[in-house]
């Protein structure tokens, strides 16, 4: 099972309304431009958004996007409102979002990491596990938190594990290899 690397959050809490797409970097050069890391998968994307909500995923502020150009491996945006270098420093930090009616359809097999949270968690054997409430990124894979009311488990998310993952049944269906619990 794969899934797109959008950053964004579970479902405790407010409702997820934003996807991050990039995270501004730092401030480029002295008319306002800002250097944004791109966090999506589908960095092409930055050639025809027009509009961009800097904040978290529950909270944002909209940018216009005037212009946009590509420098390395990252994109510069200016956006409108945003004039020198001053402001743009002011922007570091931020997540470069999208609103999720505007998210990309991942390729079949994949789906976002926040469409995992609350999904239940059910072994090959029908053994209901629990409900994953958080995802841990390491640099090897991720590692799914899964919470019920006796104990949290961790469900590393490679293959040999993670057998389906149905978003329509709201369901992840695991192989419990030795050692995991």
């Known amino acids: 099972m794969n899934h797109t690397q959008d950053r964004s959050s579970g479902s405790n809490g407010p409702e997820l309304r934003y996807l991050a797409i990039g995270k501004i970097s730092r401030a480029h050069g002295l ?3 800002v250097s ?3 966090l999506t998968e589908f960095p092409e994307r930055f050639e025809t958004t027009e509009q961009v909500y800097l904040g978290d995923q529950f909270q944002a502020v909209p940018y216009r996007v005037v212009g946009h150009r ?9 956006l409108e409102g945003v004039s020198d270098r001053t ?7 931020q997540y470069v979002q999208v609103p999720l009616d505007e998210a990309i359809p991942p390729p079949a ?3 976002y990491l926040y469409q995992l949270y609350g999904l239940q968690v059910i072994t090959t054997a029908g053994q209901q596990l629990g409900t994953i409430v958080d995802i841990i990124e390491t640099g ?4 799914y938190v899964v919470e019920n009311q006796d104990r949290q488990i961790l469900l590393p998310a490679i293959a040999e594990v993670i057998q389906t993952v ?9 192989q419990l290899i030795d050692g995991l619990i």
């Open 31 to 33: 008319r306002g431009e």
């Open 36 to 38: 944004v890391t791109v």
């Open 70 to 78: 590509w420098h390395k491996h990252n994109v510069l945006l200016l």
């Open 87 to 93: 402001q743009a420093e002011q922007l570091r930090g």
């Open 109 to 111: 097999g994949t789906c």
């Open 140 to 143: 090897a894979n991720d590692v």
């Open 166 to 174: 149905d978003l329509d049944q709201g369901q992840v269906i695991v």
